[in-house]
């Protein structure tokens, strides 16, 4: 396979990154207030379309490789790629994880995050926040000279150490004005292994985190990717950027620190 090139992004690249993933919050935080039991995946696909218009924005997986909405709405057994329908009606104790991509300006910005419908399960509940470690861990290990792989050592250390599972078959990946780029980030992995991190590289940690088998089916529509077990599975997203002494995180999400984990 022909390894890509690892694009490096400049001051001002970087700060319009800032724009598009601080806007790219923005909007998962306004849709958090609209998930409840009896609302469609659909009307969340609608608001964020009509959201991201009224602030000037684009919505990257609109048309993309023909995606037909403009976020992803992953409920329950969905891994990633939920495609919102007038048919999925929100309902208690679901899980949802809400994925934007804005484009701001030329270039993306990335997010996720899994919200509770009403009341969770303890083990929803426990989901949700080991997914969330993962992603502050991973985090925790970007520094200038750190490898790729000791992003992923440490999401999958944590994950089956807490009995879950984390999935192959997406990745994180670098991104700015290209929604997929290089270096692909496996969420699982060896330390010391894989490219070194350089101040300027740009690109999401993404975990999937499985209730059961790691191992995920691709519907019939060619989108949704669910567990092969259909037990659940979690996921939280951000954006971030290698600085010249650590990482910037460029989606931060109101109200979050996942440097400091408070
Ligand atoms: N936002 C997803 C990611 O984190 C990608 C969605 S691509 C789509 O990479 F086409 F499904 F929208
Ligand atoms: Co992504
Ligand atoms: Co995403």
Wanted: a negative charge; aromatic letters at 6%; charged letters at 25%.
């Amino acid at each position: 396979m022909e390894t890509e090139v690892i694009t490096l992004l400049s001051k001002r690249e970087i700060e319009k990154m800032r724009r598009a993933g601080h806007l790219a919050a923005k909007l998962l935080y306004h849709l958090s207030h609209l998930v409840k039991p009896g609302v469609t995946t659909l009307e969340l696909n609608d608001e964020a379309e009509r959201w991201t218009r009224a602030h000037g924005a684009k919505s990257a997986p609109l048309d993309y490789k023909g995606y037909p909405k403009s976020i992803c709405t992953s409920v329950n057994e969905v891994v990633c790629h939920g495609i919102p329908s007038a048919r999925q009606i929100l309902k208690d104790g679901d899980i949802i994880n809400i994925d934007v991509t804005l484009i701001v300006d030329g270039y993306h910005g990335d997010t996720s995050k899994t919200f509770f419908v009403g009341e969770p399960s303890p083990l929803a509940r426990k989901l949700v926040k080991v997914t969330e470690e993962c992603r502050r861990r991973g985090i925790a290990a970007i520094k200038p000279g750190a490898k790729i792989g000791d992003i992923g050592a440490a999401i999958q250390e944590y994950a089956e150490s807490q009995g879950f599972s984390v999935v192959r078959d997406f990745v994180g990946h670098g991104i700015g004005r290209v929604f997929h780029a290089a270096p692909q980030i496996p969420h699982y992995g060896d330390r010391g292994k894989g490219k070194r991190l350089r101040p300027g590289m740009v690109f999401t940690i993404e975990p999937m985190i499985n209730e059961g088998t790691y191992e995920v089916e691709i519907l019939d529509d060619k989108w949704t990717a669910v567990t092969k077990d259909r037990k659940l599975s979690a996921q939280c997203e951000h954006t971030l950027a290698v600085t010249e002494d650590g990482v910037e995180i460029l989606t931060p999400y109101p109200g979050e620190d996942e440097i400091s984990g408070i």
